[in-house]
């Protein structure tokens, strides 16, 4: 099993800035990309910025130039750093890993875990 913790999320005013963490642990055996995606009130889940193991990163439009996608492959965490911040960022924010894991038995799977979510509110 995969379990992903995520922490940072909050109340911040537009313009601000809030970093977002997303630790991954179990029994993991590669990870091959690591993500954040976000989905506000009524509206679909959306990709907000995703990072790979070969350190490409993608990044949606709207957060290009704000937000910064960053990982420790040696803590199995990746980062978000949200700067500049505006009202239309408020949304719950997923973390997400793809990679390959083992199980109880020691084969391996491939794995795509998802976080709990974690709420981001932009407000004056």
């Known amino acids: 099993q995969v379990q992903l913790v995520e922490s940072g999320g909050g109340l911040v005013q537009p313009g601000g800035s809030l970093r977002l963490s997303c630790a991954a642990s179990?029994?993991?055996?590669?990870?091959?990309?690591m993500g954040w995606y976000r989905q506000a009130p009524g509206k679909e889940r959306e990709l907000v910025a995703a990072?790979?193991?070969?350190?490409?990163?993608n990044y949606s439009d709207s957060v290009k130039g704000r937000f910064t996608i960053s990982r420790d492959n040696a803590k199995n965490t990746v980062y978000l750093q949200m700067d500049s911040l505006k009202l239309e960022d408020t949304a719950v924010y997923y973390c997400?890993?793809?990679?390959?894991?083992?199980?109880?038995?020691?084969?391996?799977?491939?794995?795509?875990?998802w976080g709990k979510g974690t709420l981001v509110t932009v407000s004056s």
């Open positions: 990072l790979t193991s070969g350190g490409t990163t």
């Open positions: 179990g029994s993991i055996f590669s990870i091959s990309v």
């Open positions: 997400n890993v793809e990679g390959v894991a083992t199980n109880s038995r020691g084969s391996s799977y491939g794995m795509n875990y």
